[in-house]
């Protein structure tokens, strides 16, 4: 069952490139990143209330949560957004669909528990399979344009990839008495109020908000890339670190482009193909094998 969840972010977070999309005319992509991130920040504030887990004190404890929020959040939610101004959602979620292979890289060289096993390698290249048998021949077309926004895209896998690692790091530098759900909570909670605090004085500079006339559809939304796709993804990503590992919990990201051609059929009227339905099957088989440990082989006296 814990397995399934890896399906979770992927998918939501899929989704999210069309909804951005249709938010970015309305909201620059800080603001858009500070209003996502404060619709969490409230809902997580009830729920740490509720559950009495403490917030960190001094900045000694709330430093790395800042650099949490720099690696996981602020930077990379702002980059990709802004990316997405100048390129389409699609080959959007493409490039974000990198991020697996620089997890599997840096967990290898910074994490002495996450070997870079067999199951890991073909769990990866099945995955990677899938996503060229996804894109095909032309999905790059026009690639040499608009690198920048491009490469903006990238970073921001690269970023979150490093957030990831660092993750597990922040986890150790946690109270002891602090477990499961108080844990999860309390670090996501602190995380979301850093990126908060840092994209606030940015977005009041840059964008002035109080300009903005957002439609009522835009700040439905909002609610959904709030709630949906930057809390309840990212829960369930974090708990995906603390029970498989950095390298493993990223393979998720292996259906965010296969979530993005289901969304333009639903939505869009798009035409699914057997190629679609192909390569959501090696996709699907990847993650699958990349969860699975090693077996170990006993030795008859």
Known sequence: MKSLLLLVPGIVWGLSFIVVELVLPFIPPISLTLARTLISVTMLLLLMARAKSPLPKGWAEWRPFFILAALNQAIPFALSSWGQIYIEAGLASILLSTMPLFTMLLAFWFMSDEPLTRNK??????????????????AFKGISTNVV?????????????IGAIYTRYVYTLQPKNLKGWTLRLRIITAQFVATGIMLIPFSLLIDKPWTLRPELATLFYLLFLGVGVTLLASMVYFYLIEQFGAAIASTTTYLIPVSGVLAGMLFLKERLTLTMVLALAFILMGIFVANQRPRRVSKAL
């Open 121 to 138: 390698l073909i769990g990866v290249s099945l995955g990677l399979f899938g996503i060229i048998l996804l894109i095909g021949p032309t």
């Open 149 to 161: 926004a491009q490469l903006a895209v990238v970073a921001s896998a690269l970023l979150y990839s």
